[in-house]
C-alpha cells in the first residue's frame, strides 16, 4: 500500500510555475508530516529568509490547517488528515485552494493542491434488502434494475462490477447508466412459474477496482405477482431546483412526478432516492408517495453549493423509472468578514516618518460574489490609514507625526464590512504603544528666578530651588541640575553658590557681604539622561540685602586724635543761627542708613540744639554775656537699624567775636596732639590774616575804618581742610549724612581790630526734607567729595 502511494505521488507530482504559483497532485489519507514537495526550490525562493520572513501557509475559504511549510528545509508538508470525500464529495476532481505568505516585503504565491483518490471506502447499497414483486407472466429476458451501489470513492475506486449469486431463473447484467454510474440488472433467463417457486432470494454483491479490492453485498427477495406490463413515467428527465442558504426545516424544494397507466397496485407509483450522496442524504428528504423533496437538515452554501440525486419512481408490480434531480444552493450574506492580524510592530518609536508600516492585516468573507466582497476602514482621529495590498490584505501605516508627549497609546478599531444586501461587518481593535526617544529638553517652570539672602549670612543655607520639567520617559525625563561656569568678583561661581543635582535646591557656599557685592547671576543647567542628552538653561539673580551691621562714622568733627577743630560762635548770635554741623555717614544701607543726632551732654544744656536729621547745631537762644565762653558738646549719631548702633563724638565751641579775647586755648580739654595741632594752625591763620587786614586798611584809610560794620559773612574764608572728607563716602540726603550743598567755611571778620574767628555758617542753610532718597552709588560720592575738594581749595587760596 505504501509503495503504491509513494508511486502514485512520483507519477502524479506535477509542477505548474506561473507568475508565481505552483500545482502538487498527492493521494489522500497521507500521514502528518509527509512532503508535499519542496517549495522553496519550486518557487525560486531564499530558504535562509523562510524564517525572518515569517512564511506561512493560508488555506482559503477558513478551512482547517491541511498542510504546512518547514522553513528549514523548504518541504511543504501534510499538516492534517486529508480526507477527499470529505472535501470534494462525488467531484471528479478535488483541488485544494491555498496561499503562501511571506512579509518584508509582502509577498503571496497561489499553490493548488490536486487531491487524488484512494480506495479507502467500500461499495455500498442504499437499501441492504431489495424487495421485488414479479409477475410470472414476465417474459424471458425481462430485466430488474437493482438500485446502484453507492461508492464515496471515484474513478477505478468506485463500483465497476456487480456479482450475482448462481441460480436457476436470474441472470446479471451490468449498465451504464448516462451519468456514467454503473448499475446492475438482473435478467429473467427462465420464466417464472408462480406455483414452483413464489419467492426466491439472491445475493447481489458490488466491487470496486480499487487495490485492494472492497465489496459490498445486497439481499434480493423476488416475489413471484401476477404480470404488469407498464413501468412509471415522469414527467421530465431532467428536475432543476434553486434553493437560498439556511432555509428552514420542511421546506418544500422541488416534486417529482411519474405516472403508471396500469391500474390497481400496478399504477400505484412510489419514491425513493437511487443515487444520493452521504451528505445530500442527511440534507434532503422525500416523500415516498408524493415525491416532494424537503428540506431535513442545515444547507449551507459555504459547504455545499450545488446537489445532484438520482430519483426513482416504481409501480405495484416493481416496474420503475428515473430522474435526476440538480439542486442549486444560492448564497446569502450569513458571513461577517474575519480580520486576522497577520503581523504587528508594538511599541512604535515616536520618530517613525509617516507612511510607516506597522501591521499586516488580512480580511475574508466566506460568502461569495458581492458578499464576498469586503471593504475595510479605520477609526477617524487616529494618525493611521490602511492601505490596500495584494487580495484580501491591507498594510496599516501611519498617517502622521506621533508624539508620545501627547498620545501614549492607541486603540485603533478596524471595521470589514462586505457588500451584501444587508451588509455584515466586523470589527477588530488593535492597541498600539508608542515608545518614547529623547525629543524634549527639559523646561524650567520659571524664565528666570530671584533668589533673596541677608548679607552674614550661613555657609550652607539655601537660597532658592529651581524646578525643570521635561515630559519625555523614564531616562530621557530625568533632570540633572549643574552650574554653568561663570565669574563673581574675579572668583569662581562654584566657590559662592552649589546647586543640588536631583532636587535643584541652590545652597550658598560663603556668608556674603551686602557691603562687598549687592547681587550677582547664577546660571544653571537642566541636563536630562536621553541619549544624546538634552539641556536647557536659566539665570538665577541672587540679591543680598542689607543688615545693620556697621556703626555710623563721623566725618566731621574729626575724630580725636586725626586732628583738632574749634568752632567759633560770635557773641551777638541770635537765637536760631547756624553755628555748626556733625557730618557722619553709614556704610550700610536702607534705614539702616538712616541716622539721627541727638544731645547727649552739653557746658550749657538749654543753649544749644541739634537737628535731628540734619546734624546742624543751632543756637536755642541768644547768646548772653553770662554765657561760659568754652561750650563742650558731646553727640551721639544713631542709625535707624535693628537693633540700632550710634556712635559719639565732642564738638568744642568758642563765644567770642575776635581771637583777643579767646583765653588760654591750652585750657580747652584736648588730646595733647590735638591741641598742638590746632595751635599751630590758629598761627598761621592769624599771621595770614593780620597781614592781609594790615594791607586792607593802609589802602582804605580811615573812611573804610569809620564806616565799617561788623560783618558775618566775607568772601576768602577759610574752608573746612579736606581732610575731613574722605573719599569712600557717598553723598546723601537729609538724613544726617554729608551732601555736596553744604559748605561750611571759617570766616575772618574785616572790622575787628584784631585776627580772630567769626560763627561758622552755610552757603545753604535751608533744611532739606527728611524724606528724601538716599543715592547709593559709590560713584557719586566720589565725585561729589571731589568737587567740594576743588571748591574748598579755590577758597583757601
Excluded at 492580524?341 to 517613525?352: C, F, G, K, Q, Y
Excluded at 581742610?721 to 551732601?739: C, K, Q
Amino acid at each position: 500500500m505504501l509503495a503504491d502511494c509513494i508511486l502514485i505521488l512520483l507519477t502524479s507530482l506535477l509542477f505548474c510555475i506561473s507568475h508565481g504559483d505552483v500545482s502538487y497532485s498527492f493521494p489522500e489519507e497521507m500521514k502528518r508530516g509527509s512532503v508535499i514537495g519542496n517549495i522553496v526550490n519550486d518557487l525560486g525562493l531564499q530558504l535562509s529568509r523562510l524564517s525572518t520572513r515569517k512564511a506561512r501557509i493560508v488555506v482559503e475559504g477558513n478551512r482547517k490547517r491541511y498542510c504546512e511549510i518547514n522553513v528549514e528545509t523548504g518541504d511543504l508538508a501534510v499538516a492534517d488528515r486529508i480526507d477527499r470525500e470529505e472535501l470534494c464529495g462525488a467531484k471528479m476532481s478535488c483541488l485544494l485552494k491555498c496561499e503562501l505568505v511571506l512579509e518584508d516585503p509582502l509577498e503571496s504565491h497561489r499553490i493548488s493542491l490536486q487531491i487524488q483518490d484512494v480506495n479507502d471506502n467500500p461499495p455500498v447499497f442504499i437499501k441492504d434488502i431489495v424487495k421485488m414483486e414479479i409477475r410470472e407472466s414476465a417474459p424471458k429476458g425481462s430485466r430488474y434494475r437493482i438500485n446502484a451501489a453507492g461508492d464515496a470513492d471515484i474513478g477505478q475506486n468506485a463500483v465497476q462490477n456487480y456479482i450475482l449469486q448462481k441460480n436457476d431463473y436470474f441472470a446479471l447484467n451490468v449498465q451504464t447508466n448516462s451519468f456514467g454510474k454503473k448499475y446492475s440488472e438482473i435478467v429473467l433467463d427462465r420464466e417464472l412459474d408462480r406455483e414452483e417457486q413464489h419467492e426466491m432470494t439472491l445475493f447481489l454483491t458490488a466491487v470496486d477496482g480499487g487495490t485492494p479490492q472492497r465489496s459490498g453485498t445486497a439481499v434480493i427477495q423476488i416475489t413471484v405477482l401476477d404480470a404488469n406490463d407498464n413501468a412509471p413515467v415522469f414527467g421530465q428527465a431532467v428536475y432543476e431546483a434553486t434553493l437560498l442558504e439556511n432555509s428552514h426545516i420542511d421546506t418544500v424544494v422541488v416534486t417529482v412526478s411519474a405516472t403508471d397507466i396500469d391500474e390497481g397496485v400496478n399504477g400505484k407509483v412510489t419514491y425513493e432516492f437511487s443515487g444520493i450522496s452521504g451528505i445530500a442524504k442527511e440534507i434532503f428528504s422525500l416523500n415516498e408517495r408524493t415525491g416532494e423533496i424537503t428540506v431535513g437538515g442545515n444547507i449551507d452554501f459555504e459547504e455545499e453549493s450545488k446537489f445532484e440525486m438520482l430519483i426513482e419512481g416504481k409501480d405495484g408490480d416493481g416496474l420503475y423509472s428515473e430522474t435526476k434531480v440538480v439542486i442549486d444552493i444560492i448564497d446569502v450574506n450569513d458571513n461577517a468578514p474575519v480580520i486576522h492580524i497577520s503581523s504587528l510592530a508594538n511599541p512604535i518609536p515616536e520618530n517613525v516618518s509617516p507612511g510607516t508600516e506597522v501591521g499586516i492585516i488580512n480580511v475574508q468573507d466566506a460568502d461569495s460574489e458581492n458578499n464576498g466582497q469586503v471593504r475595510c476602514s479605520i477609526q477617524q482621529g487616529a494618525p493611521f490609514k490602511l492601505v490596500p495590498s495584494i487580495k484580501n490584505y491591507y498594510s496599516l501605516v501611519t498617517a502622521g507625526q506621533l508624539d508620545r508627549e501627547l498620545v501614549s497609546d492607541y486603540n485603533i478599531t478596524i471595521t470589514a464590512t462586505d457588500e451584501g444586501s444587508p451588509p455584515l461587518s466586523s470589527s477588530k481593535t488593535v492597541q498600539l504603544s508608542v515608545a518614547d526617544i529623547n525629543d524634549n529638553p527639559p523646561v524650567f517652570e520659571e524664565q528666570s528666578y530671584s533668589a533673596y539672602v541677608s548679607e552674614n549670612n550661613k555657609p550652607g543655607s539655601t537660597l532658592c530651588s529651581v524646578t525643570a520639567r521635561d515630559p519625555d520617559w523614564r531616562q530621557n525625563g530625568t533632570v540633572i541640575y549643574s552650574l554653568l561656569a561663570g565669574e563673581v568678583n574675579g572668583a569662581p561661581v562654584s566657590s559662592y553658590v552649589s546647586v543640588n543635582g536631583d532636587t535643584g535646591v541652590i545652597h550658598a557656599l560663603r556668608s556674603f557681604d551686602y557691603e562687598q557685592f549687592r547681587s550677582f547671576k547664577v546660571h544653571v543647567m537642566a541636563r536630562d539622561n536621553g541619549s544624546p542628552p538634552l539641556s536647557s538653561n536659566v539665570t538665577v539673580s541672587v540679591f543680598i540685602s542689607d543688615v545693620n551691621d556697621n556703626s555710623p562714622q563721623i566725618l566731621y568733627p574729626a575724630p580725636e586724635g586725626n586732628s583738632f577743630m574749634t568752632e567759633l560762635v560770635p557773641k551777638a548770635a541770635h537765637g536760631g543761627s547756624l553755628v555748626s554741623k556733625v557730618i557722619a555717614v553709614d556704610a550700610d544701607s536702607g534705614q539702616n542708613a538712616w541716622l539721627s543726632y541727638h544731645i547727649v551732654k552739653s557746658t550749657d544744656p538749654g543753649l544749644f540744639t541739634i537737628g535731628v536729621h540734619s546734624g546742624e547745631i543751632r543756637t536755642q537762644r541768644d547768646i548772653s554775656e553770662s554765657d561760659s565762653m568754652k561750650q563742650n558738646l558731646i553727640v551721639a549719631v544713631k542709625d535707624n537699624g535693628q537693633p540700632s548702633l550710634s556712635v559719639t563724638c565732642s564738638m568744642y565751641l568758642l563765644i567770642s567775636d575776635n581771637l583777643a579775647e579767646v583765653p588760654e586755648l591750652k585750657d580747652i580739654s584736648y588730646d595733647e596732639k590735638n591741641s598742638k595741632l590746632t595751635s599751630y594752625l590758629i598761627i598761621a591763620l592769624v599771621s595770614v590774616s593780620t597781614f592781609f587786614l594790615t594791607f586792607i586798611i593802609i589802602i582804605l584809610g580811615v573812611r573804610f575804618c569809620r564806616r565799617r560794620k561788623p560783618r558775618l559773612l566775607f568772601d576768602g574764608a577759610v574752608a573746612i581742610p579736606s581732610a575731613y572728607l574722605p573719599p569712600n563716602y557717598a553723598d546723601v540726603d537729609p538724613t544726617g549724612t554729608l551732601r555736596s550743598t553744604y559748605n561750611y567755611d571759617a570766616y575772618l571778620t574785616t572790622g575787628s581790630r584784631t585776627s580772630d574767628f567769626k560763627f561758622v555758617s552755610s552757603y545753604n542753610d535751608n533744611t532739606l526734607p527728611a524724606d528724601q532718597t538716599l543715592r547709593k552709588s559709590p560713584s557719586d560720592f566720589a565725585d561729589a567729595f571731589q568737587d567740594s575738594l576743588e571748591t574748598l581749595e579755590v577758597g583757601l587760596f
